[in-house]
């Protein structure tokens, strides 16, 4: 029989509809029932493509006599960690300040109040490796809820007020100089890993919002150091098995510091982050792999992510299932061993194609199958023959049972997304990228806005979810509406970004200091207010805010919204030169900042050569406004005339304007020359 979670729109929360746990979703009456019942709250928190996920819901949560002392002695409750980041954020930051460490599944004992006491992430099913098993573990806290209630009740309330006590100012009143980006430049160069690019060691994750401060950092000052970093990390990337070569699109992270093995859960929004740091990489040095990359990856998105309504899904699952075995494991889809490129290729095409992609009889991943890279070796290869072999690995590819769809748009992942794919498009050529990220704004403005702009975070099969957006909604597709405005020379996206925004300074901005926080002022309120100005997997919500206000303004000369993304950069003038690897985001905004950035307004052809040109300069996150003489869709058009009765383009900045420019080429080297101060 199907348990409260049948109801839901998650699918995360849906896949465990069926267990004979009696689950909860997040919400007051599961607490109340608590209550009534003089149980603490078993609070569970994963999403639907995350591996040791599965693992433990089919060990436990599936398991009858596991569910039953569930049952009998708690309030079991199940979050989507996508669909709620912030009660994840909270709860997660209590686990790891009580165990050095964090990850999902996410396990957590909360008082009725929802004060946690007791943390954990993964647990087996029998003790091993020095972990109990979950059994004891609910028959631990069963135990001490009974015997030591108010000793437990006391740990509950002393972590959430050391909890409540971290709020974060800003760190500094004043915006981030040249100084504190020359210090974060060095910071992550110490960290650089010369040898296979990227930063740290394993596991390796992409880091694509740093890539893009390198990128804006090169440009704004001429360092070569700064665009080799990227340069390099990218192609390591490119040719590693982290990249699908023969679908496009990347996986979450590598295991190992090579690129080589990655975790292979394909992320909308690692793929929207990505995609446009790749054709921003083009953009900077006109690299032929960059564009390669940029357009199979934002091709991967269309084809593989779109949904019905035209958005964008989250998640396909690591795991699918192995026609061998009949098991679900990690990477069937993905891996190759000789025997199958051969059943495949025949003998010869094999052989080719085995030293073409790094397929080994030892294999690179477990039980002799190899990740697909491109290895550098000193062989040239035929290119029809490689066309041919990458279609007839695709086409098998395809007959095998293929992973998981996690369907549930976020509206903040879909803004990542129209923005990479917009620009992606412009760059190119290619209408039907940019229509694909027109599909989804419309779908964005339609289903998940309210008449008041404000904006839901989910929905699925065209029905909404229960949950407000959070500050990375609001920043995140206010960032995609401003590059459909720039794409597209549509007013409209600009007046969308305009409402969301007007929410964040209304409802997110801290009145006295300026910082933000993740949720609105009128949100749930739980054991506190969470509030980070960190990047994760995707930009924080703070510095993703600071870039849209800061955009805004130079679309529309707003004062208010500058103020307070020069207020919000405070914390990256604290936090970049100590930490750069974990505030690229704002790095990259600050870059924009130094710069102006840059206002540029193109009377003439939408879509023509002087707005193509203006899209891809590379000044740090200049505006772009395009649209006939006389035009009022956006506010930079206004009073600016033809010249010559030529397309031609305004470029100004911190309130200055250069003289009028209706030459291409004389357009590109403005915005593409290094310009200090």
């Not at 030892?362 to 550098?376: D, N, Y």
């Not at 290869?381 to 976020?410: C, T, Y």
């Not at 307070?564 to 900042?593: D, H, Q, S, T, Y």
């Given at each position: 029989m199907p348990n409260r979670l049948a109801q839901e729109t998650s699918p995360y929360l849906l896949q465990h509809a069926e267990n004979p746990v009696d689950w909860w979703p997040w919400s007051a009456e599961a607490f109340e029932e608590a209550r009534r019942r003089g149980v603490p709250v078993l609070l569970s928190v994963g999403y639907s493509s995350c591996h040791w996920c599965h693992v433990m819901a089919h060990e436990s949560f599936e398991d009858d006599a596991t569910a039953a002392v569930m049952n009998d002695n708690f309030v079991s409750v199940k979050v989507d960690r996508e669909e709620r980041p912030d009660v994840d954020a909270v709860y997660m930051e209590a686990v790891q300040a009580a165990t050095g460490h964090g990850g999902w599944p996410m396990t957590v004992f909360l008082t009725p109040d929802a004060e946690p006491f007791y943390f954990g992430t993964y647990f087996p099913p029998e003790p091993r490796h020095g972990m109990p098993s979950f059994t004891q573990v609910l028959q631990g806290v069963r135990d001490a809820w009974a015997d030591r209630r108010g000793e437990v009740t006391e740990v509950a309330g002393k972590i959430t007020r050391d909890l409540a006590g971290r709020q974060l100012g800003l760190g500094d009143t004043d915006v981030p100089g040249e100084g504190e980006l020359a210090q974060a430049l060095l910071g992550l160069t110490r960290e650089y890993d010369a040898t296979y690019g990227g930063f740290g060691g394993a596991p390796k994750f992409p880091p694509s919002m740093v890539i893009e401060f390198l990128l804006r950092h090169h440009a704004r000052t001429g360092a070569e150091g700064a665009l080799q970093m990227a340069v390099d990390t990218c192609e390591h990337m490119a040719r590693g098995g982290i990249y699908d070569q023969l679908g496009g699109g990347f996986a979450r992270y590598s295991v190992d510091r090579e690129f080589v093995v990655p975790h292979f859960e394909k992320m909308l929004y690692d793929n929207a982050l990505l995609c446009r740091a790749y054709a921003h990489l083009w953009r900077s040095t006109g690299s032929e792999l960059a564009k390669r990359v940029a357009l199979e990856t934002a091709d991967f998105m269309v084809r593989e992510l779109r949904t019905n309504e035209g958005g964008f899904a989250s998640a396909l699952d690591a795991d699918s299932e192995d026609p061998a075995t009949g098991k679900h494991v990690e990477g069937a889809f993905y891996v190759w061993t000789p025997a199958q490129l051969r059943e495949v290729l025949g003998a010869e095409d094999a052989d080719v194609a085995a030293r073409y992609f790094g397929v080994t009889e030892e294999g690179t991943f477990e039980e002799g199958a190899s990740v697909l890279q491109l290895p550098r070796v000193d062989e040239v290869f035929d290119a029809a023959q490689i066309a041919s072999v990458r279609q007839r690995l695709r086409d098998a590819r395809a007959e095998r049972p293929a992973p998981g769809r996690d369907d549930k748009v976020v509206a903040a992942w879909n803004g990542l997304a129209i923005a990479a794919l917009a620009e992606t498009g412009a760059y190119f050529g290619r209408q039907d990228l940019v229509d694909a990220a027109v599909?989804?704004?419309?779908?964005?403005?339609?289903?998940?806005?309210?008449?008041?702009?404000?904006?839901?975070?989910?929905?699925?099969?065209?029905?909404?979810?229960?949950?407000?957006?959070?500050?990375?909604?609001?920043?995140?597709?206010?960032?995609?509406?401003?590059?459909?405005?720039?794409?597209?020379?549509?007013?409209?996206?600009?007046?969308?970004?305009?409402?969301?925004?007007?929410?964040?300074?209304?409802?997110?901005?801290?009145?006295?200091?300026?910082?933000?926080?993740?949720?609105?002022?009128?949100?749930?309120?739980?054991?506190?207010?969470?509030?980070?100005?960190?990047?994760?997997?995707?930009?924080?919500?703070?510095?993703?805010?600071?870039?849209?206000?800061?955009?805004?303004?130079?679309?529309?000369?707003?004062?208010?919204?500058?103020?307070?993304?020069?207020?919000?950069?405070?914390?990256?003038?604290?936090?970049?030169?100590?930490?750069?690897?974990?505030?690229?985001?704002?790095?990259?905004?600050?870059?924009?900042?130094?710069?102006?950035?840059?206002?540029?307004?193109?009377?003439?052809?939408?879509?023509?050569?002087?707005?193509?040109?203006?899209?891809?300069?590379?000044?740090?996150?200049?505006?772009?406004?395009?649209?006939?003489?006389?035009?009022?869709?956006?506010?930079?058009?206004?009073?600016?005339?033809?010249?010559?009765?030529?397309?031609?383009?305004?470029?100004?900045?911190?309130?200055?304007?250069?003289?009028?420019?209706?030459?291409?080429?004389?357009?590109?080297?403005?915005?593409?020359?290094?310009?200090?101060?």
């Amino acid at each position: 029989m199907p348990n409260r979670l049948a109801q839901e729109t998650s699918p995360y929360l849906l896949q465990h509809a069926e267990n004979p746990v009696d689950w909860w979703p997040w919400s007051a009456e599961a607490f109340e029932e608590a209550r009534r019942r003089g149980v603490p709250v078993l609070l569970s928190v994963g999403y639907s493509s995350c591996h040791w996920c599965h693992v433990m819901a089919h060990e436990s949560f599936e398991d009858d006599a596991t569910a039953a002392v569930m049952n009998d002695n708690f309030v079991s409750v199940k979050v989507d960690r996508e669909e709620r980041p912030d009660v994840d954020a909270v709860y997660m930051e209590a686990v790891q300040a009580a165990t050095g460490h964090g990850g999902w599944p996410m396990t957590v004992f909360l008082t009725p109040d929802a004060e946690p006491f007791y943390f954990g992430t993964y647990f087996p099913p029998e003790p091993r490796h020095g972990m109990p098993s979950f059994t004891q573990v609910l028959q631990g806290v069963r135990d001490a809820w009974a015997d030591r209630r108010g000793e437990v009740t006391e740990v509950a309330g002393k972590i959430t007020r050391d909890l409540a006590g971290r709020q974060l100012g800003l760190g500094d009143t004043d915006v981030p100089g040249e100084g504190e980006l020359a210090q974060a430049l060095l910071g992550l160069t110490r960290e650089y890993d010369a040898t296979y690019g990227g930063f740290g060691g394993a596991p390796k994750f992409p880091p694509s919002m740093v890539i893009e401060f390198l990128l804006r950092h090169h440009a704004r000052t001429g360092a070569e150091g700064a665009l080799q970093m990227a340069v390099d990390t990218c192609e390591h990337m490119a040719r590693g098995g982290i990249y699908d070569q023969l679908g496009g699109g990347f996986a979450r992270y590598s295991v190992d510091r090579e690129f080589v093995v990655p975790h292979f859960e394909k992320m909308l929004y690692d793929n929207a982050l990505l995609c446009r740091a790749y054709a921003h990489l083009w953009r900077s040095t006109g690299s032929e792999l960059a564009k390669r990359v940029a357009l199979e990856t934002a091709d991967f998105m269309v084809r593989e992510l779109r949904t019905n309504e035209g958005g964008f899904a989250s998640a396909l699952d690591a795991d699918s299932e192995d026609p061998a075995t009949g098991k679900h494991v990690e990477g069937a889809f993905y891996v190759w061993t000789p025997a199958q490129l051969r059943e495949v290729l025949g003998a010869e095409d094999a052989d080719v194609a085995a030293r073409y992609f790094g397929v080994t009889e030892e294999g690179t991943f477990e039980e002799g199958a190899s990740v697909l890279q491109l290895p550098r070796v000193d062989e040239v290869f035929d290119a029809a023959q490689i066309a041919s072999v990458r279609q007839r690995l695709r086409d098998a590819r395809a007959e095998r049972p293929a992973p998981g769809r996690d369907d549930k748009v976020v509206a903040a992942w879909n803004g990542l997304a129209i923005a990479a794919l917009a620009e992606t498009g412009a760059y190119f050529g290619r209408q039907d990228l940019v229509d694909a990220a027109v599909g989804a704004g419309d779908l964005l403005v339609r289903l998940h806005m309210d008449p008041l702009a404000r904006i839901s975070r989910t929905s699925k099969d065209g029905r909404v979810g229960n949950n407000s957006g959070v500050l990375e909604d609001y920043a995140d597709v206010a960032e995609g509406f401003l590059a459909l405005a720039s794409v597209t020379g549509e007013g409209v996206w600009l007046e969308f970004a305009g409402f969301l925004l007007d929410h964040v300074l209304d409802r997110f901005v801290d009145p006295e200091t300026g910082a933000l926080y993740d949720t609105a002022v009128d949100a749930e309120r739980l054991i506190r207010r969470p509030q980070d100005p960190t990047d994760n997997a995707t930009p924080s919500g703070w510095t993703a805010a600071a870039g849209a206000l800061l955009s805004y303004a130079a679309h529309t000369g707003s004062e208010p919204h500058r103020a307070a993304a020069e207020k919000a950069l405070g914390v990256v003038k604290a936090l970049g030169p100590r930490a750069p690897r974990f505030i690229g985001n704002g790095l990259a905004v600050a870059e924009a900042l130094l710069d102006g950035p840059r206002e540029i307004a193109v009377v003439g052809e939408v879509g023509g050569r002087m707005h193509h040109a203006a899209l891809t300069g590379t000044a740090p996150g200049a505006v772009v406004a395009a649209g006939p003489e006389g035009g009022d869709e956006l506010p930079l058009l206004a009073g600016r005339p033809l010249v010559e009765d030529r397309e031609t383009a305004y470029v100004c900045r911190h309130f200055v304007c250069d003289a009028p420019v209706n030459d291409v080429e004389r357009l590109s080297r403005v915005l593409g020359e290094p310009r200090q101060g």
